[in-house]
């Protein structure tokens, strides 16, 4: 059994803000960010990790590096199936400025298969790019601990795919930034063992 952490990177001014923050922002991390990579780092440093996985997104990016402070017999592998579900004409734009969120565009009634972004992903790509990941996570360490760095849509669209649930079902979920979630896989098994503890409460982003 793989035990996998996974991480949602901490918080942006672009989450505080509520802009869309997909797959092509590198925005960096703000204050209270800063803040939460510490908590993170010291709520990891007793596990016993193998490897670390991020998206090579700068906020991934440096909460993977604080808590790899913690561990440093293990080196960060980046990994661009991780990164954020690509926003397409979306990306940077306010939530306010299209009425809506990124969940309720992505979980819309499509007539030629999964509802995706204008110019960019469905749930359903991003879901499969990530389990991916997972998978050869768990071919590697199958009796290991292994930690992921990742994003809000990336994240929840992995826990559908753990509980057998349809990538539509992220609407049912809120996940803080800087947040921790647990999962357990073998070769044919998947479990949630713990979903968003939070080192802070913060606003999360309500896509």
């Known amino acids: 059994m793989t035990r996998i952490f996974i991480a949602r990177h901490a918080e942006t001014d672009w989450n505080r803000h509520k802009r869309v923050q997909g797959g092509g922002s590198d925005t960096p991390l703000n204050e209270t960010g800063l803040k939460q990579i ?10 016993k990790l193998e490897a ?20 440093g017999h293990v080196a960060i592998e980046f990994d661009r199936d991780l990164r954020e579900i690509d926003a397409g004409d979306l990306e940077g734009v306010l939530a306010s400025e299209f009425g809506g969120s990124l969940a309720q565009l992505l979980t ?5 298969g999964p509802a995706r972004l204008p110019g960019g992903e ?12 997972v998978a050869g996570l768990t071919e590697r360490f199958p009796d290991g601990e292994v930690l992921i760095v990742s994003h809000y849509f990336t ?5 559908c795919r753990v509980l ?20 357990e896989v073998t070769a044919d098994s998947a479990k949630l063992v713990a979903f ?3 080192c802070f409460q913060v606003d999360s982003l309500p896509w």
């Open 155 to 159: 994240i929840l669209s992995l826990i």
């Open 108 to 112: 819309a009634p499509a007539n030629d």
């Open 196 to 198: 968003n503890e939070a």
């Open 52 to 71: 670390i996985v991020s998206s090579p997104l700068g906020r991934a990016r440096a909460t993977a590096e604080a808590i790899a402070q913690e561990h």
């Open 122 to 133: 469905s749930l359903a790509d991003v879901r499969d790019r990530v389990w991916k990941v």
């Open 164 to 183: 057998d649930l349809p990538p539509e079902a992220i609407r049912k979920f809120r996940m803080n930034t800087g947040s921790l979630t647990i999962i």
């Open 38 to 47: 510490k908590c993170l780092a010291g709520r990891l440093a007793t596990e």
